[in-house]
């Protein structure tokens, strides 16, 4: 690490001269006018420099590994050795060429898409119904919180249970009404739907927080002027609330955009992307391929996962591109 | 100004501390883990169930003191293990010693992390072909077997004398399935067992497969086609459940546990419980398709001696692997995991000891390596596309023909 006595001797050259551009600057000479700039700029480096030192050990590296993992050929022994040969795009053809990706790309799809718009019209919902103020509000809006305060882990294999095709409570609950057994994750028609309820459970709450903290910066007068003007409850809704809550809304889904595109953890403890691939997305088939057998293939496990990552990015520019024009 | 240099300096020394922190973690990850110190040797195992105060974390630690060094032992999920030895391999830090799941021995060599028993003077010879045969690649031994664990069917002495069923009659596959539908009809529940789409599922797949006279490399011939219909036409009467393609073998046991299936596939680590499941049950070989006992699948771990670059490490490493797998050791961790010991003097002091072993030896002298038999690790890649075609095929997504061709056509390929 050369970085370190670079930095101790910046440190100590400033220090000595501590007095100088004090008096300097008054007296408005160049010299140490210039002195004065470089050392700011110092600061500002040192200032960032922890940041750059994050950035490159936790995510400018590990990406580089996985882009050369996608582009060279592993197996086993090479993957150990360090020694495997380029095979440039050989890897991502080969995933785009497999069986399993239109598949999971589909299912990828459906899952962010019909997930986030569920979420975002529940919490809606819910953040205008919350707006209101009543008695015990405060106490049944931190109750909605608690799936975003569970662990991935317990709300998963609860879900599971609950879908459990024998013993489920779901089932039992329909039996009441005299429908048949569904097999919720045991059936090919089901498990994509099932995973997709249980996410939608799981996001609600970041929908519902951000939307009503949205809520809370549109001006009361606004309704007041609303009131006095006869406007009914959907009309506030539809002239007030919703468009001056679209800025947030904006960031809102964007952001559930991204961070949907990537679950596994749910998907992969309720179904393991099965039966079959009826529920695997591109997130669960990256896993499996690298890790889910007892033979890794990092490499195109690897590619499946670049390409996750270039599908995240193009929404996370569109984000910044948005943010950006809100604030403009 | 002097608020500036605080705030400066203060930056700086987090940036020193930042680039020490760094330093020091490059600098213990090549030297390696196991390399801190000389005294100390790393034991990595796949029983986090089983704690430093146990008869087994305690037997680890005596053989390290024994052979003069202390042992630092690491206990990782089985599935997990295969995949941190091969990035500890790659980092250049791999454990000493390591207790690997016979499958994973293949993989592993392939990888060339793994030292012959030969090269390192181990002696297998008191062990039983058919167990080692999974840790054996070309001819040679990787690993020396610590005790083996195959597959049986549990079942409910109660369920099956209220449905008219005798034990004794079941001999094949109609059988059996008579057997599940007396059952059903006597308002039970038939058999449960587990299709999870991970390793589990092939391996409890694997005695029905080769019951059937069924071939590895060919997985859609008409002999593998009948035993995944077997299963079908399981779950499709309702003699066993749908959710068996989520079921962990843990779960699947979970579900015989609760007294209402008369039929559990099991495992030998099952026999503690078995015993505080409060029902009376009785264990019965698998039967192949035509009758008799159909074969089943070796499982069980191997010990293992990973490759060093300091190969003075190997003496002491052999010390502790001796002492882990003499007879004196086997018989009490054999009794501890649950497991048949590798060896048979020691399975006859096991079945000595415990009579109820006598079905569950002769179940592991008839059972194969799922790795033996020259497929290696060809084997990871024809398990992946067979337990997906189990999972296919028992949701009603294909029929099994369709499944296994669909599995046959992705077998094999890297």
């Known amino acids: ?328 | 100004m002097t608020p500036t240099y605080r705030t400066l300096l203060a930056a700086l020394t987090a940036v020193g501390a930042l680039v020490s922190l760094t330093a020091c973690g490059a600098g213990s990850g090549s030297s390696g883990a196991g390399h801190a110190s000389s005294g100390t040797y790393t034991f990595w195992d796949p029983y986090p169930q089983f704690d430093a105060s146990s008869p087994w974390g305690k037997r680890v630690a005596g053989c390290g003191t024994r052979a003069g060094v202390k042992v630092a032992r690491t206990a990782y999920d089985t599935t997990d293990l295969g995949n941190k030895a091969l990035l500890a391999a790659q980092q250049g830090n791999a454990p000493d010693v390591m207790l690997v799941d016979n499958p994973v021995v293949s993989t592993l060599v392939e990888a060339g992390i793994l030292n012959k028993t030969g090269d390192l003077g181990l002696d297998t010879t008191s062990v039983q072909k058919n167990i080692i045969g999974a840790g054996t690649i070309d001819g040679s031994a990787y690993g020396v077997p610590i005790g083996a664990n195959t597959l049986a069917l549990y079942y409910n002495k109660k369920i099956l004398s209220a449905a008219g069923v005798t034990p004794a009659s079941i001999k094949d596959w109609n059988s059996l399935t008579a057997a599940l539908k007396k059952v059903k009809a006597a308002g039970k529940k038939g058999i449960t067992f587990s299709a999870i789409s991970t390793e589990e599922g092939s391996f409890q797949f694997l005695p029905w497969f080769w019951g059937a006279g069924g071939d590895l490399t060919k997985l859609n011939s008409a002999r593998g086609v009948a035993a995944l219909s077997l299963w079908k036409q399981w779950v499709d009467a309702g003699y066993a459940p749908k959710d068996v393609i989520q079921n962990t073998q843990t779960t699947s046991w979970q579900e015989f546990a609760t007294g209402t299936y008369a039929f559990g596939e099991n495992g030998t680590w099952q026999l503690g419980n078995a015993e505080k499941a409060g029902f009376d049950h009785g264990i019965l070989n698998i039967p192949a398709r035509e009758g008799g006992s159909a074969p089943v699948p070796t499982g069980g771990e191997f010990v293992t001696v990973p490759v060093q670059k300091d190969t003075s490490r190997y003496d002491v490493s052999k010390k502790i692997v001796e002492c882990l797998t003499s007879d004196a050791s086997l018989l009490p961790t054999d009794t501890t995991l649950m497991y048949v010991a590798p060896t048979a003097a020691v399975q006859a002091a096991q079945v000595k000891q415990n009579p109820k072993l006598k079905p569950w030896v002769a179940a592991v002298a008839a059972a194969r390596g799922r790795t033996s038999g020259g497929l290696g690790t060809k084997y990871p890649t024809i398990s992946q596309p067979l337990w997906t075609a189990v999972q296919s095929a028992l949701s009603g997504g294909k029929s099994p023909q369709a499944a296994l061709d669909t599995a046959q056509a992705g077998a094999g390929k890297n």
Not at chain 1, 3 to 22: N, Y
Not at chain 1, 214 to 236: F, K, M
Request: net charge positive.
């Open chain 1, 1 to 328: 690490m050369t970085g370190r006595p670079m930095t101790i001797a910046r440190a100590d050259r400033p220090r000595r001269r501590t007095p100088a551009p004090v008096q300097a600057s008054g007296a408005g000479r160049l010299s140490p006018q210039r002195r004065l700039r470089r050392r700011s700029r110092l600061t500002a480096l040192a200032f960032v420099a922890p940041l750059i030192a994050y950035l490159a050990a936790f995510y400018v590296y590990p990406l580089y590994r996985n882009l050369d993992l996608s582009l060279r050929d592993y197996t086993v022994r090479s993957f150990v050795a360090g020694d495997a040969p380029f095979s440039g795009w050989d890897n991502v053809r080969k995933v785009l060429d497999d069986p399993t990706f239109a598949p999971a790309l589909r299912h990828t799809m459906v899952f962010t898409f019909v997930s986030i718009a569920f979420q975002y019209v529940i919490g809606l919902g819910l953040a205008v119904f919350f707006n209101r103020h009543f008695r015990l509000s405060g106490v049944l809006r931190a109750l909605f919180l608690i799936p975003w305060l569970l662990p991935l882990i317990v709300s998963a294999s609860t879900w599971s249970w609950m879908f459990n095709s024998e013993s489920g409570v779901v089932n039992y609950f329909l039996h009441f009404f005299g429908v048949d057994p569904v097999g919720w994750l045991t059936s090919p028609d089901w498990a994509l739907t099932s995973v997709i309820i249980a996410n939608i459970w799981i996001g609600i709450p970041f929908n519902l927080v951000i939307l009503y903290s949205g809520l809370q910066n549109i001006p009361a007068e606004l309704y007041e002027a609303a009131a006095l003007d006869g406007a009914n409850t959907w009309q506030v809704f539809r002239r007030i609330t919703f468009p001056l809550l679209r800025p947030v809304s904006a960031i809102t889904l964007l952001l559930g955009l991204v961070y949907t595109l990537k679950v596994f953890d749910l998907i992969w403890i309720m179904t393991k992307g099965g039966p079959g691939d009826s529920s695997s997305t591109l997130a669960t088939w990256s896993y499996q391929l690298g890790f889910g057998t007892l033979l890794p293939k990092f490499g195109p496990g690897a590619a499946v996962g670049n390409l996750l990552i270039l599908i995240a990015l193009a929404f996370g520019l569109l984000h910044i591109r948005v943010q950006r024009r809100l604030e403009a």
